[in-house]
């Protein structure tokens, strides 16, 4: 299992980046893909989004989403926007 990392920041300004980061670093399908996100203190909405963003192309690649130690604010807001159901958190 792949285990990428959440940066400490997280906001809009550095959403782009993450998600290209992220999809550089994919292993090849069928490997399942953990994302740890014990690391993250700073972040908005846009993380939610670069979250949600990385898991449709995992999933459009026959693989499998796990995350990790989010942040209790992050999975708050997931639920205030609706997308907790979509995340596997």
């Known amino acids: 299992?792949?285990?990428?990392?959440?940066?400490?920041?997280?906001l809009q300004e550095q959403a782009k980046d993450c998600l290209a980061q992220w999809l550089a670093s994919l292993p090849p399908a069928p490997e399942?893909?953990?994302l740890?996100?014990?690391?993250?203190?700073k972040f908005?909405?846009?993380?939610?989004?670069?979250?949600?963003a990385l898991r449709r192309a995992?999933?459009?690649r026959g693989q499998v989403l796990e995350l990790t130690?989010?942040?209790?604010r992050l999975i708050?807001?997931?639920?205030?926007?609706?997308?907790?159901?979509?995340?596997?958190?």
Do not use: F, N, Q
């Not at 299992?1 to 997280?10: E, T, Y």
């Not at 130690?69 to 209790?72: A, C, D, G, I, S």
């Not at 708050?76 to 958190?89: A, W």
């Open 1 to 10: 299992m792949r285990v990428l990392s959440v940066p400490p920041i997280l």
């Open 69 to 72: 130690h989010l942040p209790p």
């Open 44 to 52: 908005d909405s846009s993380a939610l989004a670069t979250l949600l």
């Open 76 to 89: 708050e807001l997931s639920k205030l926007y609706g997308v907790d159901e979509l995340l596997p958190i």
């Open 36 to 41: 740890d996100g014990r690391a993250l203190v």
């Open 58 to 60: 995992v999933l459009a």
């Open 32 to 34: 399942p893909v953990r």
